[in-house]
């Protein structure tokens, strides 16, 4: 019985280092570089979730600028899943799991960001309006997109 638990353990840990580097950081080099156009909309999603927590704290150090950067980067890597998506030329209501999943994506980020609006400072909040809207406008050209009458 002993032995079996440790077989299962040694297994379990031999496996380890492979599951965590399958799930690497992306950079938005990286991410641009995919040619599978919906693979690289999920990929720019994630690198905008992911940018989200040292943003914050960037903000939290007074580092404005780098926030601001960062900020920056959350917006382009959304704008970037938008386009990817545009870009393979399948409608939304006809095929909309990748949409779909893109819509979740964006109404979790837009959770992250208003989360972080209400974290920093009263003078920060106004780098994060913009932000907002310009992703929840992303958000709704999705869920229209799916929700659209088939034809």
Do not use: C, W
Request: proline residues 4%.
């Amino acid at each position: 019985m002993i032995r079996h638990l440790v077989s299962a353990l040694a297994i379990v840990l031999l496996l380890a280092p492979p599951l965590a580097a399958a799930e690497k950081a992306h950079t938005l080099e990286s991410v641009q570089a995919e040619t599978n156009l919906e693979r690289r909309a999920r990929y720019a999603l994630e690198l905008a979730r992911q940018t989200i927590p040292p943003m914050i704290n960037s903000y939290f150090e007074g580092a404005t600028d780098q926030a601001r950067e960062r900020l920056a980067l959350v917006l382009e890597a959304t704008e970037l899943a938008r386009s990817s998506l545009e870009a393979t030329g399948k409608r939304a209501s006809k095929n909309p799991k990748h949409f779909k999943r893109a819509e979740i994506q964006t109404r979790g980020l837009l959770e992250d960001l208003e989360s972080a609006r209400r974290e920093v400072g009263v003078d920060q909040r106004e780098d994060l309006d913009p932000i907002i809207k310009r992703i929840d406008a992303i958000n709704s050209e999705l869920l229209m997109g799916i929700m659209a009458k088939k034809k």
